[in-house]
């Protein structure tokens, strides 16, 4: 047998030979490309020419490399592809196993076609995402899944990362390009598939041959349902009814989307958020694609940028025309159902798609329909199990990029600095890169075309989340109830009396034994209720190094031994946690605050000095510390503060304060306890 070869290999050869060198061209040339493509792109949709979703793809990329490829050996590198889609296809094909007798309602034909529409779907599927073995004479070689790129899931790094060439090119790429890339095998295989979008992701969209609706999410290998998706997306019902989310494009719309992207490209390609094209681009697109969210996310990041550099307070812009375009555009935004995904789900999500191993403190955010008449028995459920969001109330003041945008009076307030994102890795609202995954880290090994792991017999899973994981929690909960009688012995032996809160945990373990997906309700007891040793970590990655007595609890019930004092403001974020913990060691902090207010070098309040940094480093300007920690000063001194070890702490997410016009979100420390003023060394004068 001849030595194994990889189809990998094959494509690579392929591609290799589309380049030719232009990497000498002007920089008018170069941005000229960016033009012809956008002019052919609006040919497309005017109809003076045909759609072709794979003409669209290419030559939105091809700007982006200076017209170096050619779109004829483009074609014969998906010829390849598509040939050996054909072949999984047809060796998988099984007219047999089905009944294409014509009925009252559906032809012997129609089934043939829809038959034919989910294998090709099931042929792509699998070669996209699964090892394909195919052997051709005397010789063998294989085709690898293609590698979601998990440290730049939104080409913020590395623009490649959202295209269909650099899979060609190095196998891997995100959400957007495996979508494309799906999309112009099934125009191919006429396999009937369709793009879908929520904010910040896409998915394809095909149905079986019942009819009904799927979607594939690639990367994942899953099939989320809507639900699942609007939950991870942070999408209102809103934005659903008014057709800018969970929404399946026509090919004219994808050739559109094709718009915005080009206009991304451009923006990565000459390293600018203003210009003219990008957003000539985003209105094209809208012409033709008028709920486009990312077109309009495009045009109102481009004006955004522009009216900040302006560096013009709000009162200065009220007669300034980009200024009224922008805050007509929030204000559309608003209205149809958009909502910027807040900034914990950010973190939290980022830190999955680049596989960080980071604990965060967590925002409880199971909804309580009934919290205003206080109800004893108040059990809730939700999508995300109270991780994210699902209940999206009303808010007086909603945050789109940098700006604010009262509701009320459907105005801007005020720009705001831009957020502080995990890993300092930037974020863009109008790129499609979220990986909707909610059970695939359970079954990491089944395939979602797979039902019960292909053993109905042996294997239960009514809801369709995971047939295995009833039986890995119920062992897992078995431990747990273990370690309480464990627990609850040796209190007894060793003190005489029985700790409740072990039997409370010993409870919600054995319960947790026999309901689905409940595993570690002993540990919530715990953690509700009692001290623990670790270290303390918050959503920006500020850590105490070593504490102890670790208490977590709810920030509506510290704020309220705040407020009932006249004249004070609930410090913490509502509807966060508060940590309570006692340093270990000598812990190192800032406290700011203004000379000649009441407020004085040695203070209860202070914060990490990282947490006074912006992304490149610098120290943020004296408003913007006020802004962030919610000070009812601008601070203008910064003091050091040594904080000894056996220090009772608290630390929580700093509250926006409406009446001070500030947005908060610091994470600040408080003193539960004095310490020596000496503790207090170094006063600086903050510039």
């Known amino acids: 047998m001849k030595k194994l070869t990889t189809i990998l290999f094959i494509i690579l050869l392929q591609t290799a030979t589309l380049f030719a060198q232009n990497e000498n061209d002007t920089l ?123 440290n730049d899931p939104f080409g913020s790094l590395d623009w490649s990362n959202s295209q269909v060439l650099n899979l060609f090119l190095n196998k891997s790429a995100n959400c957007y390009a495996l979508t494309s890339f799906y999309k112009i095998l099934s125009e191919r295989l006429n396999s009937n598939a369709n793009i879908g979008l929520a904010p910040g992701h896409v998915y394809i969209i095909h149905k079986d041959i019942k009819g009904i609706q799927y979607n594939i999410e690639i990367p994942s290998r899953s099939f989320p349902g809507a639900g699942s998706i609007m939950t991870l997306t942070y999408t209102p019902v809103e934005a659903v009814r008014n057709g800018i989310s969970i929404r399946t494009l026509d090919i004219k719309q994808s050739v559109a989307l094709c718009l915005v992207y080009l206009g991304k490209g451009y923006e990565h390609k000459f390293d600018t958020k203003t210009d003219n094209f990008i957003q000539e681009c985003a209105e094209s697109a809208l012409k033709y694609d008028t709920v486009s969210l990312n077109a309009m996310l495009l045009k109102a990041g481009v004006l955004e940028n522009r009216i900040i550099k302006k560096n013009k307070t709000v009162t200065q812009l009220q007669t300034d025309d980009e200024f009224s375009q ?22 939290l999500i980022i830190s999955h798609l680049q596989q960080d191993s980071a604990v965060f403190i967590l925002t409880d955010h199971t909804p309580k329909g009934f919290q205003t008449i206080n109800p004893k028995d108040d059990r809730y459920a939700t999508l995300s199990m109270g991780m994210f969001d699902e209940v999206h109330e009303p808010k007086l003041i909603e945050q789109y990029g940098r700006t604010l945008l009262n509701t009320k009076t459907k105005k801007i307030t005020k720009f705001v600095e831009a957020d502080s994102l995990y890993n300092k890795y930037p974020i863009d609202p109008v790129v499609l890169a979220w990986s909707v995954d909610p059970m695939s880290h359970r079954m990491p090994a089944q395939s979602p075309y797979s039902a019960f792991m ?22 897992v909960d078995i431990a747990f109830a273990a370690y309480d009688v464990s627990e609850i012995a040796y209190d007894y032996f060793t003190t005489g009396q029985v700790n409740p809160v072990s039997v409370a945990a010993l ?51 510290i704020n309220k031994t705040f407020t009932k004092i006249p004249g004070k403001y609930a410090p913490y974020k509502a509807g966060t946690k508060v940590a309570e913990f006692t340093t270990e060691t000598t812990e190192q902090f800032v406290r700011v605050y203004k000379e000649g207010s009441k407020s004085k070098a040695p203070g209860p309040w202070m914060m990490k000095k990282s947490d006074l940094l912006d992304e490149s480093g610098k120290m943020l300007s004296p408003k913007q510390i006020q802004q962030k920690f919610s000070l009812e000063h601008t601070p203008d001194r910064i003091v050091d503060v040594n904080v000894p070890a056996n220090t009772n702490m608290r630390m929580g997410e700093a509250a926006p304060v409406e009446q001070l016009g500030t947005t908060g979100g610091g994470t600040q420390f408080q003193l539960l306890q004095e310490i020596p003023t000496e503790s207090f060394t170094n006063v600086q004068i903050l510039k």
């Open 28 to 150: 008018s040339k170069q941005k000229q490309y960016f033009y012809d493509a956008k002019t052919e792109l609006e040919n497309m949709l005017s109809g003076k020419i045909p759609l072709d979703y794979e003409r669209a793809v290419f030559i939105t990329e091809n700007a982006y490399w200076n017209n170096n490829y050619d779109f004829e050996r483009f074609k014969k590198v998906i010829d390849i592809h598509v040939y050996n889609i054909k072949k999984i296809a047809e060796i998988n094909k099984n007219e047999k196993s089905q009944d294409f007798k014509s009925t009252l309602l559906v032809t012997e034909e129609q089934k043939r076609k829809s038959y034919y529409e989910l294998l090709n779907n099931w042929a792509i599927f699998s070669y996209l995402t699964d090892t394909t073995m195919f052997n051709n004479n005397s010789s063998t070689y294989y085709h690898f899944p293609y590698k979601y790129p998990h």
């Open 326 to 347: 922008y805050q007509k555009l929030l204000v559309t935004l608003f209205e149809k159902g958009y909502r910027e995904m807040p900034l914990d789900m950010k973190n």
């Open 454 to 475: 292909n053993n109905p017999i042996f294997w239960d899973d009514p809801g369709g989340d995971c047939p295995i994981c009833p039986w890995l929690d119920a062992i």
């Open 507 to 557: 409870t919600a373990d054995l319960g947790a034994i026999f309901i689905p997906m409940t595993t570690g309700a002993g540990l919530a007891v715990r953690a509700a209720s009692t001290t623990t040793k670790g270290a303390v970590k918050t959503t920006t990655k500020i850590m105490v190094a070593k504490a102890k007595n670790i208490v977590i609890k709810n920030a509506d019930d």
